[in-house]
């Protein structure tokens, strides 16, 4: 099974488990502990994401994101058969209940990773764990406008539904050519 559809399989049967059509990335990410937790929340916030912006060649649109670390699976990807697990006359059965997952500190990422790429006299910064991508003229101006756009990201949000830590580190990573030109 591929990797869209096994979470996509998972997010099915955590919903109708609870009985709404609603989760989080990190259910998913501790559903499915065999597959790598970036993949996973790729693929939900981006990939299969229908208001995500297009970043990938290959998008498959399962899910609708409807509040801050919240999707929704959209009507024509759920569960054939059933009306609704918010109706409560699901006719489909699931064999065990859903846990209720909490951001845990331990698999808390510690850091943020941005790449940094010269493109036509200007340094673009892509974080990699955070929908946040910025320029500059120089490294000093992009590094304070990613600065800026993460503090803005950030604000409100809670680091843990994100699966970072309280105060998460920046990491960045340079990419140049080898040879000088």
Not at 3 to 21: D, P, V
Not at 40 to 69: E, I, Q
Not at 123 to 147: I, K, P
Request: hydrophobic share 35%; glycine share 6%.
């Amino acid at each position: 099974m591929k990797i869209h559809e096994e979470i996509l399989t998972t997010a099915r049967r955590l919903c109708i488990a609870r009985k709404t059509w609603t989760f989080t990335p990190a259910e998913i990410v501790h559903a499915l502990p065999h597959l790598n937790e970036r993949s996973v929340r790729t693929h939900v916030v981006s990939r299969c994401c229908t208001n995500a912006p297009s970043h990938h060649a290959h998008r498959w649109p399962y899910f609708k994101r409807v509040g801050r670390g919240v999707y929704e699976i959209q009507e024509k990807h759920r569960e054939p058969g059933t009306t609704g697990p918010d109706t409560g006359t699901s006719t489909s059965q699931v064999a065990e209940d859903a846990p209720a997952y909490e951001p845990s500190p331990i698999t808390a990422r510690p850091a943020i990773h941005a790449v940094v790429v010269e493109s036509e006299g200007q340094y673009v910064a892509e974080c990699l764990e955070v929908a946040v991508v910025t320029q500059g003229a120089s490294l000093d101006e992009m590094l304070g406008n990613l600065r800026e756009g993460l503090d803005l990201y950030m604000s409100g949000e809670d680091p843990a539904l994100l699966g970072l830590a309280p105060e998460p580190r920046l990491v960045i990573s340079f990419e140049t050519a080898a040879r000088a030109r």
